[in-house]
């Protein structure tokens, strides 16, 4: 089901939370809405599934205008940041919830509910209690609630940001391939540049409630629209006016390779270098090597070096 936002402006107190903002969403794709806090990304996501409603602006699912119409009647499926599991049922008694309160027949749900704990991969667990799981499995189960119902679009709002770092990269993954065996219409609101990165097939991005930039992760990468997505959708050195990227610095060991530099601080990230440097000037910058590249020139704390950039930005 696709989903175009249109003009929708909304504010709370005199504070604007959203202004103007139009987006078109496509039928089966997974959508980022991507910004730091007071962005304007949950509000907007509230507006779509109807729990706010615009001070003016149109919010369509499939061309048809639901824009007063209640939550309840969009077919929407929802995951929040806290699950708000049922703590008494068990996790094949919270996934058949919906399906029990829409009065499908018996053999449904046990059909429906079989195919989902197989699917977010919690078969073993399905007569455990929400406190007897980890938090990923938690959230794997608040997925699966919210499909039993065969939503018409899928709604999550910071699904992944109560976990930790290697559970909420793992989840990920997982999210992106139940997408695409799914092919549910997705929106995810995330604060995360990587997450929104490595799940979505196009990202907008917000700030102080107006939409930056709409495009593909690269496009928002290699092509930001003004300094504020540059320096926003992932590193990026200013040096004057000029923005550029950690992997767009070359160090090299030859006087005349560069501008002088003077190496502050190595940080080793597995395959990748940070090199943090001090220019001649006393501008800081931030270099991005192979581990190879690194090892190769030795680079070691109080090394003077010589850098040159590449694919430089200026925005008026």
Known sequence: M?????????HFNGHVALEDVSLSIASGSLTALLGPSGSGKSTLLRVIAGLEKPDSGQVLIEDLDVTNQPARQRGIGFVF?????????TVWDNVAFGLKIRRRKRGEIRERVAELLQLVQLEP???????????????????????AVDPRVLLLDEPFGALDARVRKELRAWLRRLHDQ???????VTHDQEEAMEVADQIALL???????????????DQPANEFVMGFVGPVN??????????HVEVALEP?????????????????????????????????LTSDEAEQLELERGRIVYIRTSRERIFQ
């Open 125 to 147: 667990f399905a007569k455990r209690y929400p406190a007897q799981l980890s938090g990923g499995q938690r959230q794997r189960m608040a997925l699966a609630r919210a499909l």
């Open 182 to 188: 799914t092919h549910v219409t997705t929106i995810i």
């Open 207 to 221: 700030h102080e409630g107006r939409i930056e930039q709409v495009g593909s992760p690269r496009d928002l990468y």
């Open 81 to 89: 940041q806290h699950y708000a599991a049922f703590k008494h049922m």
């Open 2 to 10: 696709g989903i175009t936002v249109v003009e929708v402006s909304k």
């Open 256 to 288: 005349g390779a560069g501008d002088e530099a003077m190496v502050e601080r190595i940080v080793h990230l597995g395959f990748e270098v940070r090199v943090e440097l001090v220019r001649h000037d006393g501008t800081h910058i931030s270099a991005q």
């Open 238 to 247: 200013k040096i004057g006016d000029t923005l550029v990227r950690p992997s």
